[in-house]
């Protein structure tokens, strides 16, 4: 059972594994946030690795004991690191972050003056990449993040959220435990089932457009194919979250598969003939492409989890 502290209003929960340099950065964007005096808040740390690799370094941070709190869970998984984060936290409020991100200095009074306004259950904002070389990317993945969530207003409600940049009410939110499910941690997905089986419930779920963190993006992770295969897994994740949770799994399968068929059979042939026209119309169709393909094959899940700020993605 959690343990709330009255001093504590916002528990933020940071989630790593062996990525030390990109997760003091991650901290010291939280511990620099424009909070109000009287709005207490704490940073738990959960070092996912199986050595604790990242207690030397939390615990001899300035703000350690204070606002700083490390937390070693050994079962490898985000799953397990998330659900460790949430016992850990003493707050009325949980926000979650990733270890490769770092947020806006009103990103948490963003997040939670939103909440508190529109009465929301979860809130979530964009989470935009910062790249490490961009010049030599040759093709712009930033209009295939967001889509249609971009041009939200505060305050609309979605049925997903990504679990680098989210805010709970556990008091609403947590009443299955654990709250991640652990068969997810190791493929991804974990945040998309608790949020959509929130939506489910009819918790109230809001997208807060000022609430933004920047997710760093390595070369190697930003070159397109990398990109593509990042679409496949969200597509497979996605897809087995629906399934899994409509009331006639066999039904949603079918239906699923039928548009992803229809879905391939007109953009993968739009995407080998704009090859000739540059990377961008070509990446466009060979997104469709992917997510078509993650949805055909969302049962061959493998085990993508490389490090915590990973696994959702």
């Given at each position: 059972m959690r343990r709330l502290d009255p001093v504590v209003l916002i528990s933020v929960?940071?989630?790593?594994?062996?990525?030390?340099?990109?997760?003091r950065k991650t901290v010291d964007s939280v511990l620099g946030q424009s909070l109000d005096s009287e709005t207490g808040m704490e940073i738990v740390v959960v070092d996912n690795s199986g050595g604790?690799?990242?207690?030397?370094w939390v615990s001899a941070h300035p703000a350690f004991g204070e606002k700083l709190r490390y937390v070693h869970e050994r079962a490898a998984g985000i799953?397990?690191?998330?659900?460790?984060?949430?016992?850990?936290?003493?707050?009325?409020?949980?926000a979650f972050i990733d270890d490769d991100e770092v947020a806006k200095p009103d990103w948490l009074k963003n997040l939670y003056r939103a909440m508190i306004e529109h009465d929301a259950d979860v809130a979530t904002g964009p989470v935009f990449p910062v790249f490490e070389d961009r010049e030599t990317l040759g093709w712009d993945p930033e209009p295939f993040i967001f889509s249609t969530h971009k041009a939200m207003p505060t305050g609309h409600r979605v049925q997903f959220a990504r679990g680098g940049n989210v805010m709970f009410r556990p008091d609403r939110c947590f009443d299955v435990a654990p709250p991640f499910d652990p068969e997810l941690g190791l493929s991804g997905g974990e945040d998309t089932q608790l949020i959509y089986r929130l939506h489910l419930q009819g918790r109230k779920i809001?997208?807060?457009?000022?609430?933004v963190v920047h997710e760093f993006w390595p070369n190697a992770k930003a070159m397109l194919p990398a990109f593509l295969h990042r679409k496949l897994i969200s597509?497979?994740?996605?897809?087995y979250v629906h399934i899994v949770n409509d009331r006639n799994p066999l039904i949603a399968t079918l239906r699923i598969g039928a548009k992803a068929l229809v879905q391939l059979a007109i953009f993968a042939p739009l995407a080998a003939l704009s090859a000739p026209f540059g990377r961008q119309p070509s990446a466009r169709f060979r997104m469709h492409v992917m997510s078509a393909l993650g949805k055909i094959t969302y049962w061959k899940r493998a085990r993508?989890?490389?490090g915590a700020g990973e696994a959702g993605a």
């Open positions: 929960v940071i989630c790593t594994v062996d990525r030390e340099e990109m997760a604790e690799s990242a207690h030397p799953s397990h690191a998330r659900n460790a984060g949430i016992a850990a936290a003493r707050g009325a409020y949980v809001i997208w807060v457009a000022d609430a597509a497979r994740n996605s897809t993508y989890y490389g």
